[in-house]
């Protein structure tokens, strides 16, 4: 069946960096889109960013210009680099895969403190 594994999370201070890991298995994720989407406590599940398969991106205003989506068709793996890290970036993560079906991750946290 299929799964994504999310992994990367962690505690960092402000200003620090991440880089998030959303590997996939049991479909190849080459023609598909990925995103990723954060839950913060109280709030709704929002997305982040996304990356289709022609590897065209598209950012929320709140991460534009420090956060950067990639893939790796060949690994089956998309990434989430953070940079410049903010306290209310503190959430839980998950990724998204798109197909006739969706998909989710279990989520990795996220926690933005010093």
């Known amino acids: 069946q299929v799964q994504l594994v999310e992994s990367g999370g962690g505690l960092v201070q402000p200003g620090g960096s991440l880089r998030l890991s959303c590997v996939v298995s049991g479909i190849s994720i080459s023609i598909y889109s990925m995103g990723w989407y954060r839950q913060a406590p109280g709030k709704q599940r929002e997305l982040v960013a996304r990356?289709?398969?022609?590897?065209?991106?598209n950012y929320a205003d709140a991460v534009k210009g420090r956060f950067t989506i990639s893939r790796d068709n060949a690994k089956n793996t998309v990434y989430l680099q953070m940079n410049s890290l903010k306290p209310e970036d503190t959430a839980v993560y998950y990724c998204?895969?798109?197909?006739?079906?969706?998909?989710w991750g279990q989520g990795t946290q996220v926690t933005v403190s010093s």
């Open positions: 998204k895969l798109t197909t006739a079906t969706l998909y």
């Open positions: 990356i289709n398969s022609f590897g065209s991106t």
